[in-house]
């Protein structure tokens, strides 16, 4: 799969910082950023962030046959996450993570990574993927 | 006053990333004498993910920072990446961690080269911005997912990992700088061809010609530019190549090895390049009493060392919880073999 370069600087503040639209009318949140609501139709929406949140995994797929582009990086798990605080849902990368550990509900936290690249000579796509939250003592 | 005395520490972060190769792995599959890494004194190297590189190492070491610092991005002033495994040849790093981290578009940025203390020279350079009242706060970043030729001896501890810092005015900081000195000189101890994707090194030259000659260089030109002795100092925390070469060279100017070890990580992730003495000062400043004078003296081929004073403040104690610690990210770790290693630095050459 191939991103497009101007969709991708367009978007960039949806892939580095979760940029999404809040709701003032049914206050839920819609991500990626959109100017109406998803879930009733009002187009009273603020941008939000949603960068500094953890989120619960609600399910998840383990890729083994990866599509183009994704060769090398298999295998590729995706999940659905939703966050802690504004109960968004997203759909994501999950990394630093060995398949026999993954399990709905645990925690994770957002992190750039390096998701993927066009070829040897083109650009390189940073997005927010969702790790295992770090234990601190 | 001395322009370092205006300026300090504000925020300090770092990143390791989870998985671990021993270095018994290489051992095994090149055929070296097995006592090698005790004889470096590492036993394991950290290694960047599929999905990892200098860029995204960077921008959670600088995360980290931001939270010690407690500081709006968007005051950050200068952006300074210090690596020498840039993912792109021509487009800055910088400007991603900027972006991603919400500072721009009112910055500088940009990404500096000088092998393993490129980002020692950003922290020199941005004592000056900030003391200038040029910015008020500056990023510091040093990263590195270090290549080495497979099969020679520098894949033993070439490393991944990455420190940052906020610098900024010192009434603000965790640690204030005393003093700074820089020594280099032009020494072919190491380097690589833009064409190339390995670093050759000349053998002879990376011991004392570079390394003990401007570390040492660095070190004595601090002392005799502020008076300060190797007794007043309670940290030592020098380049870290391996585990060896940074109590030798504290042998050297008259420091024990209780005052280096505290600062040592390479024998645990091996040397991460432009975070290797930086994530030194990063897990000192996790753990220092306010009031200790910490000797800094990063190291990088071609050749050249700086050498710092820096004194920690009471402020130091609240920003620690803020951020996960260098120990938090030494604990986290996945035990990999040489062919999981194999391919998450890009050495398996697929077709198709």
């Keep these: ?137 | 006053m001395k322009p370092e005395e205006l300026v300090g520490i504000v925020g300090w972060g770092s990143y390791i990333p989870r998985y671990r190769l021993p270095l018994s792995e290489i051992t095994r599959v090149w055929g070296f004498n097995p006592e090698q890494p005790r004889e470096l004194d590492v036993s394991e190297k950290s290694v960047a993910g599929l999905d990892e590189d200098s860029i995204t190492m960077g921008w959670e070491a600088a995360l980290n920072a931001l939270r010690r610092a407690g500081v709006n991005p968007r005051e950050i002033g200068a952006v300074w990446f210090g690596t020498e495994s840039k993912p792109y040849a021509v487009k800055p790093s910088a400007t991603v961690i900027a972006e991603a981290l919400g500072i721009t578009p009112s910055t500088m940025a940009s990404d500096l080269e000088f092998a393993c203390r490129a980002a020692s020279e950003a922290m020199r350079i941005s004592i000056g911005a900030v003391a200038s009242g040029l910015v008020k706060y500056a990023l510091v970043i040093g990263s590195d997912t270090a290549q080495a030729n497979p099969g020679d001896v520098l894949e033993y501890t070439a490393s991944s990992a990455a420190t940052a810092f906020i610098i900024g005015p010192s009434g603000e900081s965790a640690a204030i700088f005393e003093a700074s000195y820089t020594y280099v000189t032009d020494t072919p101890d190491f380097w690589r061809r833009s064409v190339s994707p390995y670093p050759l090194h000349g053998e002879a030259f990376t011991g004392e010609p570079a390394y003990f000659h401007h570390i040492v260089g660095a070190v004595k030109g601090l002392m005799e530019k502020t008076g300060l002795k190797p007794g007043d100092f309670d940290y030592a925390i020098f380049h870290q190549p391996n585990g060896k070469f940074p109590v030798q060279v504290a042998r050297m100017l008259g420091i024990p090895p209780e005052k280096v070890k505290p600062g040592l990580v390479t024998p645990m992730i091996g040397n991460s390049y432009n975070s290797s003495a930086l994530i030194g000062l990063s897990k000192v400043l996790d753990e220092a009493k306010p009031g200790s004078r910490i000797l800094l003296a990063p190291f990088g081929s071609g050749a050249g060392s700086d050498a710092y004073s820096i004194v920690v403040t009471d402020k130091v104690v609240e920003k620690r919880g803020r951020a996960p610690r260098v120990v938090d990210y030494l604990a986290r770790k996945k035990i990999i073999d040489y062919a999981f290693y194999a391919k998450s630095r890009g050495l398996i050459k697929r077709i198709g």
Excluded: Q
């Design chain 1, 1 to 137: 799969m191939r991103f497009s370069v101007p969709r991708y600087w367009r978007e960039r503040h949806s892939y580095y910082r979760l940029k999404a639209a809040k709701c003032l009318d049914c206050g839920r949140v819609t991500y990626p950023y959109t100017e109406r609501c998803r879930f009733c139709g009002s187009s009273r929406v603020v941008e939000v962030e949603l960068v500094n949140e953890k989120a619960r995994l609600l399910t998840y797929t383990v890729i083994y046959s990866a599509g183009e582009g994704f060769e090398d990086k298999k295998p590729v798990v995706i999940g659905i996450v939703e966050t802690e605080e504004s109960k968004a849902r997203l759909l994501a990368r999950i990394t630093d993570v060995d398949v026999e550990e993954l399990k709905t509900g645990i925690l994770l936290e957002p992190v750039l990574r390096r998701i993927n690249e066009d070829g040897e000579s083109g650009l390189i796509y940073y997005l927010i993927a969702y790790r295992p939250v770090l234990k601190t003592g």
